[in-house]
């Protein structure tokens, strides 16, 4: 046995090769990580999932892309003002079907409307369609499939059938027999409609997600601690069972208000004075030969604005999955 004493001011740290290295007391100190305000280091704070989401969607041209085209759409929804001056309800005969002109870059329609006037102006009716009925689909959907994946039992199964029957209804069909004896102009039939019909889709990833979410441990241990019911459901199961639903819901608002132009079109959802692409598109369909102006531009805006949203719920989709990462 050497009886070599080593320097009291000398670290020794093995290398992993069979060697080695002497580091002073100094040295290595600064080799461990300096803790943070809490008492942890920067990398040792875990990441919630939304701020991984959150950090994957600014990286996302897909993202970037269909969130400003739908922030555009927003705003010329609150305030059409701000980029058109005239009123979409005034009309010359004099300009029917005339193409574009000063003031007027779109053209006028086969009643010599503005087309560009119009077009701005039925942004805000497919925006409030598809917000609010999306907002209604999900609160509906969300809060039926949460309660029967939860409770599980008669009401599980009561739904499922329920959810079977709602599926089984074509909605394009459904639209033309429920609408077409309201003769209201507002949005709201239209608005209860896709709600009656849509919340069976969002119900059904609602209970799924929450039948998952409530197996887990954390799950058990809240209720092995006492946890009540609502507690468990709305502190611990539906944060982490929200991420499908509004995947979900982002993509099925381009569809809603591609749903409230069909059901214009047909003439069986808002009807005129009311202004509406579907309306328009409409309208536009007898003269496509001499003013397809006046149909390219709503159909245009419209095809526009549900692919920003499908590409939108697409973006959120990858950012919310795990197994894509």
Same mark, same amino acid.
């Given at each position: 046995?050497? %009886?070599?004493?080593?320097?009291?001011?000398?670290?020794i740290a093995g290398t992993g090769m069979g060697g080695a290295m002497n580091l002073g007391v100094d040295e290595a100190e600064t080799l461990e990580k300096k803790p943070g305000p809490d008492g942890a280091g920067p990398e040792d704070r875990p990441r919630s999932l939304w701020?991984?989401?959150? @950090? %994957?969607? +600014?990286?996302?041209?897909? /993202?970037?892309?269909?969130?400003?085209?739908?922030?555009?759409?927003?705003?010329?929804?609150?305030?059409?003002?701000? #980029?058109?001056?005239?009123?979409?309800?005034?009309?010359?005969?004099?300009?029917?079907?005339?193409?574009?002109?000063? =003031?007027h870059p779109f053209g006028f329609d086969g009643q010599g409307c503005d087309v560009y006037t119009r077009t701005v102006y039925g942004a805000r009716t497919s925006v409030a369609v598809g917000v609010l009925a999306t907002l209604g689909v999900a609160v509906l959907g969300s809060?039926?499939?949460?309660?029967?994946? /939860?409770?599980?039992?008669? &009401?599980?199964?009561?739904?499922? +059938?329920?959810? %079977?029957?709602?599926?089984?209804?074509?909605?394009?069909?459904? =639209?033309?027999?429920?609408?077409?004896?309201?003769? &209201?102009?507002?949005?709201?039939?239209?608005?209860?409609? #896709?709600?009656?019909? !849509?919340?069976?889709?969002?119900? @059904?990833?609602? @209970? =799924?997600?929450? #039948?998952?979410?409530?197996?887990? %441990?954390?799950?058990?241990?809240?209720?092995?601690? !006492?946890? &009540?019911? &609502? @507690?468990?459901?709305? +502190?611990?199961?539906?944060?982490?069972?929200?991420?499908?639903?509004?995947?979900?819901?982002?993509?099925?608002?381009?569809?809603? #208000?591609?749903?409230?132009?069909?059901?214009?079109?047909? !003439?069986? =959802?808002?009807?005129?004075?009311?202004?509406?692409?579907?309306?328009?598109?409409?309208?536009?369909?007898?003269?496509? +030969?001499?003013?397809?102006?006046?149909?390219?531009?709503?159909?245009?805006?419209?095809?526009?604005?549900?692919?920003?949203?499908?590409?939108?719920?697409?973006?959120?989709?990858?950012?919310?999955?795990?197994?894509?990462?």
């Amino acid at each position: 046995m050497s %009886d070599r004493h080593e320097e009291p001011e000398a670290a020794i740290a093995g290398t992993g090769m069979g060697g080695a290295m002497n580091l002073g007391v100094d040295e290595a100190e600064t080799l461990e990580k300096k803790p943070g305000p809490d008492g942890a280091g920067p990398e040792d704070r875990p990441r919630s999932l939304w701020s991984d989401a959150w @950090r %994957d969607l +600014r990286r996302n041209p897909v /993202f970037i892309v269909s969130a400003l085209v739908i922030l555009f759409l927003v705003f010329i929804s609150l305030w059409p003002s701000a #980029i058109t001056s005239g009123s979409p309800l005034k009309c010359d005969l004099s300009k029917a079907q005339e193409g574009s002109q000063p =003031g007027h870059p779109f053209g006028f329609d086969g009643q010599g409307c503005d087309v560009y006037t119009r077009t701005v102006y039925g942004a805000r009716t497919s925006v409030a369609v598809g917000v609010l009925a999306t907002l209604g689909v999900a609160v509906l959907g969300s809060v039926l499939g949460a309660l029967a994946g /939860f409770f599980g039992g008669l &009401s599980d199964s009561v739904l499922s +059938r329920i959810t %079977d029957v709602f599926f089984a209804i074509p909605v394009v069909l459904g =639209g033309l027999v429920l609408l077409s004896v309201i003769t &209201s102009n507002t949005v709201w039939p239209v608005i209860g409609f #896709i709600v009656l019909l !849509g919340w069976p889709q969002i119900s @059904r990833i609602a @209970r =799924g997600a929450v #039948i998952t979410a409530k197996h887990n %441990d954390y799950v058990q241990a809240a209720r092995a601690l !006492g946890a &009540s019911n &609502s @507690r468990l459901l709305l +502190r611990h199961i539906a944060p982490n069972a929200v991420a499908p639903v509004i995947v979900v819901a982002t993509i099925a608002l381009g569809t809603y #208000i591609a749903l409230e132009a069909t059901l214009s079109y047909l !003439g069986v =959802g808002l009807k005129p004075p009311s202004v509406s692409w579907g309306i328009d598109i409409s309208s536009a369909s007898p003269y496509i +030969r001499n003013a397809p102006h006046a149909l390219l531009w709503p159909s245009g805006a419209l095809a526009i604005t549900v692919l920003a949203f499908i590409m939108l719920g697409d973006a959120v989709r990858d950012a919310l999955d795990p197994k894509l990462r």
